[in-house]
């Protein structure tokens, strides 16, 4: 049904799109814990900072970003050094690129999440004498659960749509770099090239609705669960 | 013993409040906004005060002069909420074993003794009102805390499943001795447990005692007052629906029919308002209680007379509410005996 190339297009696609949900992960749930339950200076430009992305243009995020990772710019050139670690214009730039898209997207569903979950039961939690850490793991995290998830399907089907700042930072390789998005920009400007890139489409499309499915499904179960709270 | 002395300033509300207690059950009494919550939380460590001190039998958990203040989750208090705060996601029995501490000791005892055995893997969400109270009490309890907090335990159960949740709470202080702190903005429901009232309002103390102690003290008594004081007594069921026994007496009392067989303990309650004085017993009356008994004392706060009377010998004492007039007409001193008339309706069975 699909060429090698497109296939391949695909597979990168899923693989750039679950290495950025990984790696966003971690840091997302941290920022959005700090955004929801933290007063400190500077909270305001944090906010600002993590929402950059989703106002800027793609391209503009791109270009900074490749100016950082870049073998020149200042990031990449230390690793370079240190590590021999060369990122632009490889598949680990595009999820760096896709990360950098999709983190405000998940921060915010976090943010929400844990906004919905009561403090009250935290406090509830503490006089029967679990420390920060465990009420976050216990009690946090697992009512926040379903909005966390919903945030990740989000940031992976934004991921998966990523176009600009990834041809920026990681080019447009054929096998290499090529995710769905950029193999049907470049179908597109072949000559004969249209079927092929409907077959993409297509299949974005279905991915994206899934995504979007998965994601109201799991917000719809974070409302009724915080709603059965006493 | 609880020490507490501790000052807390917000917008329009300052509490000040100092009070120390080595009674089981202390009671809290106040009207709704006193700041009975706000002390429960200060102690628990969910609300930080401006000043002062809080130790527990030696163990200074608050203390602003040094700096102390020992967190929440170290504190060893544990709390029953009045919104229970059970956490939606766990089981009965997850709710339970939550606490670290929890896991130690033997649990078998305190959720037979709070018949939550059959409950243990329900789903908190499908609990009835008064199961998800034995469930937030027992949690509380199975830490083994230095010391229980219990705010308005009884506020969102009514009628039997109020006596109820207190007659488990007398069981489990009976049983586990650990002190208590119960706040209540019903007087009645705090006399069944609490040795001792501590009353508040406005943020203040107002006093603290004895309950017949405090319907003896003119500064307390308007505010125990504007929350309707009760005379609250244990009874027991005979043979016949009608007729109660105070337990230890020979006094047998007129009641509303209740059904709960013979020998049962019940509770019950009526107003200081609602029992009459005289100086002999009152023929041709629909007042079907005659009660002989004593008076031990007698206070005037402005707004009318209590009067404390001993019941029989060794009986139970109870207050009553005469006027001022009734006052010098019947004679009222220490040592004289009187009929406390008592309207069979205006008993309360809980």
């Known amino acids: 049904m699909l060429t090698a190339e497109e296939w391949s297009a695909v597979q990168l696609s899923l693989k750039v799109a679950g290495v950025a949900v990984l790696a966003m992960l971690l840091p997302g749930i941290a920022c959005g814990w700090l955004l929801a339950r933290r007063r400190f200076p500077g909270r305001s430009l944090l906010d600002a900072l993590i929402h950059l992305p989703l106002v800027l243009p793609p391209v503009v995020v791109g270009y900074l970003l490749l100016r950082s990772v870049g073998r020149r710019g200042w990031l990449g050139g230390w690793l370079y050094e240190h590590f021999g670690l ?10 760096i690129a896709s990360t950098v898209m999709g983190f405000p997207l998940l921060v915010r569903a ?14 509830a939690a503490a006089t029967l004498g679990a420390g920060p850490l465990r009420i976050f793991c216990t009690v946090t995290l697992p009512l926040a659960l379903p909005g966390l998830l919903a945030g990740a399907v989000l940031a992976f089907a934004r991921s998966l749509g990523e176009f600009g700042a990834t041809i920026m930072v990681a080019g447009n390789i054929e096998g290499v770099t090529r995710t769905i998005p950029l193999a049907i920009f470049s179908e ?43 | 013993m609880i020490e507490v002395d501790v000052t807390l300033e917000r917008p329009g509300f300052h ?39 809080i130790r527990i039998d030696g163990r200074t958990l608050f203390d602003a002069a040094q700096g102390i203040d020992v967190r929440v989750d170290r ?9 229970l705060r059970l956490l939606p996601h766990l089981t009965v029995a997850g709710n339970l074993r939550y606490g670290p501490r929890a896991r130690g000791g033997d649990p078998d005892d305190l ?15 499908d609990l009835s009102g008064g199961e998800r109270q034995r469930v937030a009490v027992g949690r509380a309890l199975l830490v083994r805390p230095d010391l229980v907090l219990l705010d308005e335990p009884t506020a969102s159960l009514d009628g039997r499943l109020r006596t109820e949740i207190l007659d488990h709470l007398e069981r489990l202080q009976e049983r586990n001795g650990r002190p208590m702190i119960q706040v209540s903005h019903r ?36 505010t125990l007052r504007r929350r309707g004081v009760v005379n609250r007594l244990r009874g027991r069921t005979t043979g016949s629906a009608e007729v109660m026994v105070l337990p230890g007496t020979a006094i047998e009392l007129v009641t509303p029919a209740t059904h709960r067989g013979a020998d049962a303990d019940v509770v019950i309650e009526f107003d200081p308002a609602d029992v009459a004085l005289a100086r002999h017993r009152v023929d041709g009356t629909s007042i079907r209680n005659q009660v002989e008994g ?33 006052l010098a007409e019947l004679e009222i001193e220490a040592g004289r005996p009187v009929v406390c008339l008592i309207k069979r309706q205006a008993i309360r069975i809980l």
Do not use: C, H
């Not at chain 2, 959720?111 to 789903?123: A, F, Q, T, V, Y």
């Open chain 2, 294 to 326: 004593i008076v031990t004392r007698w206070t005037d706060d402005g707004a009318g007379v209590f009067v404390e009377v001993r019941l029989g010998v060794e009986g139970p004492t109870l207050a009553a509410e005469i006027g001022r007039e009734s």
């Open chain 1, 110 to 123: 976090v943010r929400l999440a844990i906004e919905a979950t009561d403090p009250r039961l935290e406090a």
């Open chain 2, 75 to 83: 504190r060893r208090i544990g709390m029953v909420f009045q919104d």
């Open chain 2, 187 to 222: 007087l009645g429901d705090l006399l069944q447990l609490a040795e001792e009232l501590l009353v508040i309002d406005e943020g203040r103390v107002v006093g603290q005692g004895r309950y017949s102690e405090l319907l003896q003290d003119v500064t307390v008594l308007p």
């Open chain 1, 188 to 230: 597109v400007q072949t000559p004969g090239g249209d079927a092929s890139a409907m077959r993409l489409v297509v299949i974005a499309v279905i991915v994206s609705f899934v995504a979007l499915l998965v994601s109201e499904l799991l917000s719809r179960r974070l409302v009724r669960r915080s709603g059965g709270v006493s």
């Open chain 1, 86 to 95: 060369d990122l632009a214009f490889t598949w680990k730039a595009a999820a």
């Open chain 2, 111 to 125: 959720i037979g003794l709070l018949e939550l055995g059959p409950l243990l893997d329900r789903n908190v969400a």
């Open chain 2, 15 to 53: 509490l000040e409040v100092a009070f120390s207690t080595a009674a089981g059950t202390l009671g809290i009494f106040g009207p709704s906004g006193a700041g009975k919550s706000t002390i429960l939380a200060i102690i628990a460590g969910l609300i930080r005060p401006d000043r002062g001190l």
